[in-house]
């Protein structure tokens, strides 16, 4: 982990900040214009409409992040970006409703976030999550964590890298050679936006003097920057008033549930990556409550659900940026790209092979702090390694299973749709498996990972 350059109250000169926070905007843009990518064909949106939507997406996650940085969320900062483990419940929505069209489609999912993100928002302001984390220790948020680093790799590999490999690990060289490669301090700060932007330079050059064709995955079409406009305001409930139903609050439950996990495990890790002690009590609650907060925001300003992006507290890892208000700063990129349609329109024309070559740095990171949280524990402990052990396995194995059994699961109405949204998500799996067995395994505090660190 590198070096810490600015602490988490530190404040870095303007250029600095805006450089920083553009930096966090690149790192998610991936993950966050992907959902609604994979939403917007599902339910037969147009381009024009995934694009909208796409802006939704950035207002809700940037408003999202400014809640959570603030003294009401945990004042970690975290950024929020749309959240993968979702997917599986709100597809479920999208099959239930999708002949109905795709505003009626979005009425539900933003009417079952708004639901599920009070919910959550109640729990956590209300203090009851702090007092469950007892539960959550080591054991349990290692495997989670390193679940949702490595199940990632399809979506690094073969979604993105694999379409086009040369121009993916140029990306990824250049970022190994930014940050550790020279001790040049601004030269480690930037290491991913340096990356990108040569990268992306180079794809363009080559578009431009017809070496990449219009097919190739690495082209750059400039052609999406002059149909956008220059400035939009996608408002309240742009698709319309939510609709609320207990099968889409009850699929979009599953979400909730695995993000839960995720986002304790992620408190922990942005602590231990910005130097602090172990988050307390009233910085979990006041975190997961700003996240409930956060993905009603989201059905209520027709965007998606938000989460802590561990891919940004990896990048904090490998910058040694834990300034609060750089994640600010990227927070409110991501508002005036929502506003500025040219500016979106650019930030979508990063091929996806210059996207996996981030995400390859990235994961394997995730996946690392979720080793990482796993030396709180004592890992020499038989006890400790079989749960591990088994935790992980499920959680690469079952998933597969789980989504090819979706006939037999529906079959079982809301009960067996939010059993298969779980079933099919990899952190969810790992996290329940690990956590029944560490809270019915005998074990001292010590062995569990609970004993406080100071830093």
Not at 47 to 61: D, H, R, T
Not at 126 to 146: D, E, H, Q, S
Not at 320 to 343: D, E, H, P
Request: net charge neutral; with cysteine; proline share 5%.
């Amino acid at each position: 982990m590198a070096k810490l350059v600015y602490g988490i109250d530190d404040k870095p000169r303007f250029p600095i900040m805006v450089l920083a926070g553009a930096q966090h905007v690149l790192t998610l843009f991936g993950a966050t214009t992907l959902v609604p990518l994979i939403f917007g064909p599902a339910m037969n949106m147009s381009p024009a409409q995934i694009g909208f939507f796409i802006s939704c997406v950035y207002l809700s996650m940037g408003l999202a992040t400014l809640l959570q940085t603030s003294s009401f969320g945990s004042g970690l900062p975290i950024v929020q970006g749309s959240s993968l483990s979702f997917i599986p419940p709100i597809m479920t929505i999208i099959g239930v409703y999708g002949a109905q069209g795709s505003d009626v489609c979005l009425q539900y999912i933003g009417g079952s976030l708004i639901l599920g993100g009070v919910l959550m928002g109640i729990l956590g302001y209300a203090g009851l999550v702090g007092k469950i984390k007892r539960f959550i220790t080591p054991v349990t948020v290692g495997p989670t964590i390193m679940a949702i680093g490595f199940s990632l790799a399809p979506v690094a590999v073969g979604m993105n890298a694999a379409n086009y490999w040369p121009v993916s690990l140029a990306v990824v060289g250049l970022i190994f050679f930014f940050s550790l490669g020279t001790n040049k301090r601004y030269v480690n700060i930037f290491s991913i936006l340096s990356s990108v932007v040569i990268v992306y330079l180079i794809c363009l050059a080559l578009s431009l003097s017809g070496v990449f064709e219009p097919t190739h995955p690495a082209y750059v079409n400039l052609s999406s920057i002059s149909e956008a406009k220059w400035f939009q305001f996608t408002g309240l409930a742009p698709w319309g008033a939510p609709k609320f139903s207990m099968i889409a609050f009850g699929a979009i439950l599953a979400g909730f549930f695995a993000v839960f996990i995720e986002s304790i495990g992620d408190y922990y890790n942005v602590s231990n990556a910005c130097g602090l002690d172990d988050p307390d009590e009233k910085t979990i609650n006041r975190g997961i409550g700003a996240e409930g907060i956060g993905c009603a925001l989201g059905g209520i300003f027709g965007g998606v659900a938000c989460t802590s992006y561990t891919e940004n507290i990896g990048l904090i890892g490998l910058t040694g940026v834990a300034s609060r208000w750089v994640v600010r700063t990227g927070a409110v990129l991501l508002i005036l790209m929502s506003f500025i349609g040219k500016l979106g329109a650019l930030v979508a024309t990063m091929p996806s092979p210059i996207i996996g070559g981030c995400y390859i740095a990235l994961f394997g990171i995730i996946g690392a702090l979720g080793i990482q949280a796993l030396t709180r524990a004592d890992m020499g402990s038989q006890r400790n390694v079989m749960i591990v052990g088994f935790s992980f396995l499920m959680a690469l194995g079952l998933p597969g299973w789980v989504e090819g059994q979706q006939d037999m699961f529906f079959s079982y109405g809301i009960a067996g749709q939010v059993i298969w949204a779980i079933g099919k998500t990899a952190m969810a799996v790992a996290g329940i498996s690990a956590g029944i067995l560490d809270n019915v395994i005998p074990g001292t505090d010590e062995e569990r990972g609970i004993t406080r660190r100071n830093s």
